[in-house]
């Protein structure tokens, strides 16, 4: 069976302090049943190194929110991969929504910076997802394969093992709306299909496929029961210690 993996990003949100005070809560919340979980938090870059040190004996596991593919250079405002390591992340967003549309990533850029990743020792959560122009046009399969397609691009079925697939429908962050279980269950189902289609029927059952998109605790614990949903990724609702506990509880 796949574990459930939860994941909280954080956004531009937290400062030192805040961070130190959402992580106690988190910490001092969590028992023993979350061990059937992966959980992950994403703070922004100035809190990864002290949130490192926070979460070294919990359940807790460390991830970014982005990264440049490049090991150094002349990159003004970037991170690299091993930057990233050496403050204690396990993991890294790669191609959210936001990175996409705000800050021009395309596919091909998002595939090398998953590449980076994965030879750095670090597990992307790999984001696809479309918009509601692309929903309401009916061609939701379509862009989310081609995202699949392109941002896998070279990446073995060894690799595949360390990637998690985020769908997040660009129309469901941070708007208040959410697919409905139906609605992610079909994409998510698809994902796997494509991932069948392009690697295996093993690669395809072991895949790691979160959702993300206004996830909530009145409707975590409908979106985490369907058989294709192995998580989620949290945005808004990770930002408060007794929301994302209830949705890592409804895993």
């Known amino acids: 069976m796949r574990r459930k993996v939860i994941a909280g990003n954080w956004k531009m949100f937290n400062d030192i302090n805040e961070s130190q005070n959402l992580i106690s809560k988190l910490i001092s919340g969590l028992n023993s049943e979350t061990l059937k979980n992966e959980i992950i938090i994403c703070p922004p870059f100035t809190s990864l190194s002290e949130a490192h040190k926070l979460i070294q004996n919990s359940v807790i596991k460390l991830g970014a929110q982005n990264l440049y593919f490049e090991d150094s250079g002349a990159f003004t405002g970037e991170v690299s991969a091993r930057m990233l390591k050496s403050v204690g992340c396990e993991y890294v967003i790669i191609g959210h929504s936001e990175r996409r549309t705000i800050f021009k ?66 129309w469901a962050i941070g708007t208040g709306k959410t697919a409905t279980p139906e609605q992610a269950q079909e994409v998510h189902e698809f994902i796997r299909s494509v991932i069948e289609s392009k690697y295996s029927a093993q690669a395809a059952k072991v895949l790691i496929i979160q959702y993300g998109g206004s996830v909530k605790p009145d409707n975590a614990a409908a979106l985490l029961s369907q058989k294709d949903i192995d998580g989620a990724l949290v945005g808004g609702a990770c930002l408060k210690a007794e929301s994302f506990i209830q949705i890592i509880m409804a895993a």
């Open 105 to 170: 990533e395309d596919d091909d850029l998002i595939n090398k910076k998953i590449k980076k990743a994965l030879s750095a020792g670090l597990k992307p959560i790999f984001c696809i997802g479309e918009t509601l122009e692309e929903r309401e046009s009916g061609v939701t399969k379509n862009v989310v394969e081609k995202q699949l397609n392109l941002g896998l691009n070279s990446i073995t079925e060894d690799n595949l093992e360390r990637i998690i697939i985020a769908y997040e429908p660009v």
